[in-house]
């Protein structure tokens, strides 16, 4: 395992990710915990020494197991990550109760890192209320020394990452973001890490292998890398790519078996970067797959002038697409939950004006029918 230096800290260039442990039963919330145990103490003895869990992960079960779990090694042989639930705003009014409840869960008097969890547009306002700065109860936890390093965590685009970061930038020490080769171009990951750079935070990556959507690529694009490393898998294809990023300080994979977990820990035995070249043809592979999986929108907006409901079509061809490009469908739905009633996809009245000055020629109308037939209700 190689190392990474973060202030006075050397941290395991992989660090455990607690979100898809191995359950019981196909049922998320029942961790099999005889399973976690021998997987967090297999992390243990290879090098890992960093442990992410959330509030919400496994039903709120993640914090208790890895809780109990390491509650059996020595309180200086890992650093514990957690995170207060911000992606729901009614929990604001009770960052004291939720942060004590946290730290019984886990079995600690501190954390060594903690996070906002999933600064995005539904969240951004109250984050950056000019009234209240929704951060001062964790201020004061981290002068206490209940909190060591302070960070976050985004799926925000870009407008609201830059938001937060002009209010809270000064204090944030680190930032957990998307990032693989396939979101580069397509989430737009770059200009993310170059923000992030100009305020000079630590890059934490969530998602290296984008949900497993990146971990077996078909015969035909492993043929094209084959070439420059013959017995490279795609995984290993994953982290190479992101140890070529300098401001990536901290790789996290969510692993549920043996298998993932010893495949990941022999390939952080080394440090060895793709090229420029390398970069070339998964970028390449990229766009090929975007390609083929996705609607191909520019976000022009022309439809959006001549529908009669106003339903902003662009915004919901860019979840559709991510729903797509992920294999799982939540995106859509968070969309749907916010979007104003009158201006949904169901309220598409099938006029086709919208197709009419569609320059890719977009079937939107046939787009609104297949969500509502499967949202609707």
Known sequence: MYYNDFKELKLSGLGMGNMRLPVLDNDSSKINEELAGKML?????????????????HGGNSEIVVGKLLKQYPRDSFYLATKFPSYDASLFTRMPEIFEEQLSKLQVDYFDFYLMHNVNHLNINLFVNPEKNALDYFYEQKEKGRIRHLGFSSHADYDDLKKYLEAYGDHMEFCQIQLNWLDWDFQDAKKRVELLKEYNIPIWVMEPVRGGKLASLPDNYLDQLKPFRPNATSVEWCFRFLQAIPEVTMILS?????????????????????TEEEKAVLFDI?????????????ACRYCTSYCPNNINIPE??????????????????????????????????????CEDVCPQDIKISELMEELTNKFQK
């Open 254 to 274: 969510g692993m549920s078996n043996m298998e993932q977990l010893e495949e990941n820990i022999k390939i952080f035995e080394t440090k060895e970067p793709v």
């Open 316 to 353: 919901i061809i860019a979840a559709y697409n991510e729903d797509k490009m992920g294999g799982r469908d939540f995106r859509v739905p968070m969309l749907l939950n916010r979007t104003p009633e009158g201006q949904k996809p169901f309220d598409c009245v099938a006029c086709r004006s």
């Open 41 to 57: 103490a297999f992390c243990l003895e290879n090098g890992i020494n960093y442990f992410d869990t959330a509030y919400g992960y």
């Open 286 to 298: 990229a766009k090929d797959m975007v390609n083929k999986n996705t609607l191909p929108c520019t």
